[in-house]
């Protein structure tokens, strides 16, 4: 499995557009890059999943460049909700296990 | 919307005893999991579940780990002798094996 590489934590105000990148120079052909939300004492929740180029649903976009060593997510209009721990993980679609690295802790403040 | 439930949320036990972590995975999913996260830290993959048998576990799920599937609806892990270490949160997760994983909400193990 691909190891993945994130900032350990971000700072950002409320009603800002926040982006997290995240490294995995070593994913391979049939990898696909997922993202989770967790917040305290709860379990990781989906928020978006690609392959490449660019992935958008109702809460976050995914951007994938065309080498595919990196990915960003980018969280439009942050609230004081949005702060949580944000994990980047890249595997073989959603049936094996997923390997959760340290993750990104974001605090989003008034 | 269809959610995985797990019970009981907090658990505590002696050192030494037997612990059996229910979860109710999502009814159409086919593929389970076990997950468990110590304080603080990254959240670590146990065993997953397919078809009725183990199809991948990690170093983690040693001799003492087992997991079950006793009916349509239940899938249990068994952890035989809790040692302090084994305190975590545990949580399950299910999948069709063609969308996300969903996590349940956990069951914070406690070993005394």
């Known amino acids: 499995l691909a190891k993945t590489t994130q900032p350990i934590s971000m700072d950002s105000y409320e009603g800002q557009e926040v982006n997290i990148t995240c490294s995995h120079n070593?994913?391979?052909?049939?990898?696909?890059i997922t993202w989770y939300q967790q917040f305290p004492s709860q379990g990781p929740r989906f928020i978006i999943q690609g392959y490449k180029t660019k992935v958008t649903n109702e809460v976050a976009s995914l951007f994938i460049p065309a080498d595919r060593k990196s990915s960003t997510l980018s969280l439009p209009r942050v609230s004081l909700s949005d702060t949580a721990v944000y994990y980047c993980?890249?595997?073989?679609?959603?049936?094996?296990?997923?390997?959760f690295g340290d993750g990104t802790t974001l605090t989003v403040k008034p | 919307e269809p959610e995985v439930t797990q019970t009981p949320s907090h658990q505590v036990t002696q050192m030494g005893q037997e612990v059996i972590l229910r979860c109710v995975p999502i009814?159409?999913?086919?593929?389970f999991y076990w997950y468990r996260q110590i304080l603080g830290q990254k959240v670590e993959f146990l065993v997953s579940?397919?078809?009725?048998?183990?199809?991948?576990k990690s170093e983690i799920f040693d001799d003492q780990f087992s997991v079950e599937r006793p009916d349509g609806s239940n899938f249990t892990l068994k952890i035989r002798s809790t040692k302090l270490e084994d305190s975590a949160m545990y949580f399950c997760?299910?999948?069709?094996?063609?969308?996300?994983?969903?996590f349940g909400p956990g069951t914070r193990l406690t070993v005394l």
């Open positions: 579940f397919y078809n009725n048998e183990i199809s991948e």
């Open positions: 997760a299910s999948s069709t094996g063609e969308d996300e994983q969903f």
């Open positions: 009814s159409n999913h086919l593929y």
């Open positions: 993980l890249v595997g073989e679609g959603n049936a094996g296990k997923s390997t």
């Open positions: 070593n994913i391979a052909t049939n990898d696909y």
